[in-house]
Every structure is written in structure tokens, then in C-alpha cells.
């Protein structure tokens, strides 16, 4: 009856044990995450400054997800007296994106020939070429897209050779 009970304890244990949480060591670790579209979608909005003339106006981006095919349509608005345009229109650029980040590559009308990278961590860099159909020869940035922000500061390098310093500051609404 003993010998009965240890085999029948034995084996309740067992059933136990193989049911029971494996401790962390065991568990297969977490993947580390790719490009997540999702956390930079939203309307942004803020102001943008040129640090060394003063001249600043309101900023809106509009940042819409196509996640079938991988695209994002970034809708910009930038009103006073942005690259010397006085209120431009808004505008709209395209981005692909994969699990390393997203890039703006191609031509605008008002930021000429772009060459803009987000990586999964929302850290933006920009070159431009350019702009404004070549009145302004270049601009060059860098910032920041997540926690509900996106800022940049950006150089500007005018047709005589000087720049001027910027900064775009926006909160998602």
C-alpha cells in the first residue's frame, strides 16, 4: 500500500512539475522590435523658428500609414514666411518604410532633391538639396519623432554662402 502511495506521489509530482511556469531563464528571449509605423502616425502641430532672423510661424504634419504597402504620407503645412515663401501651401511626400526605418528619397517642388531617414527609433536625419526651385541651395537636419513629439534643428545655407539655424518643434495631437 506504501509502495502504492509513493508511485501515486511520484507521478502527481511529475504531472506537477511539467505543468508548472518555466522559470525566465528557460524562455526563448523576446525578438528585438523593427520599424513600429504605428507609434509615428498622427497630427503634429507646433511652431517653427529661424533662430537667427526670428521669423517663425505655425507648423502642422500630418503622418498617415499605408501599412499594405508600406508607405507613409506626411502632410506638411508651414505657415508665415517658411524658406522666404510667404505662407506656402501644404504639401504631401512619400515614404517607404521596412523594419530598419523609413526614407524620404526624390523631389519636392519646395524641399527639391530629399534624401530624409527615420530609423526604428524615430531619429530623423535630412539633406536637401535645392530648394524652393533652387533659390536655396541647401538645408541639412536633424531630430526626433516619438513620445508624442516631433523636433528638428535645421541649417539652411543660403545662395551667398551664409546659414541661418532653425528649429521645428510640434506636439501629436
Given amino acids: 500500500m506504501i509502495k502504492k502511495l509513493i508511485i501515486s506521489f511520484s507521478i502527481l509530482l511529475l504531472v506537477l512539475t511539467s505543468c508548472a511556469k518555466k522559470p525566465a531563464t528557460e524562455q526563448s528571449p523576446a525578438k528585438p522590435g523593427g520599424f513600429d509605423v504605428t507609434k509615428f502616425i498622427g497630427t503634429y502641430e507646433g511652431t517653427w523658428t529661424n533662430k537667427t532672423t526670428g521669423a517663425s510661424g505655425p507648423a502642422v504634419i500630418t503622418i498617415v500609414a499605408n501599412e499594405e504597402n508600406k508607405t507613409v504620407s506626411l502632410t ?60 536655396i541651395p541647401s538645408m541639412t537636419y536633424t531630430g526626433k519623432i516619438g513620445d508624442g513629439q516631433l523636433n528638428t534643428d535645421y541649417t539652411v545655407t543660403l545662395s551667398d554662402g551664409t546659414t541661418t539655424t532653425s528649429e521645428l518643434r510640434t506636439i501629436k495631437k
Fill in 76 to 135: 506638411l503645412d508651414f505657415g508665415g514666411n517658411y524658406l522666404g515663401i510667404n505662407d506656402p501651401p501644404a504639401f504631401t511626400l512619400t515614404a517607404s518604410y521596412d523594419e530598419n526605418g523609413a526614407a524620404v528619397r526624390g523631389k519636392s517642388e519646395i524641399l527639391g532633391q530629399m534624401d530624409i531617414t527615420i530609423d526604428k527609433d524615430g531619429n530623423i536625419i535630412g539633406n536637401l538639396k535645392d530648394l524652393v526651385g533652387g533659390t
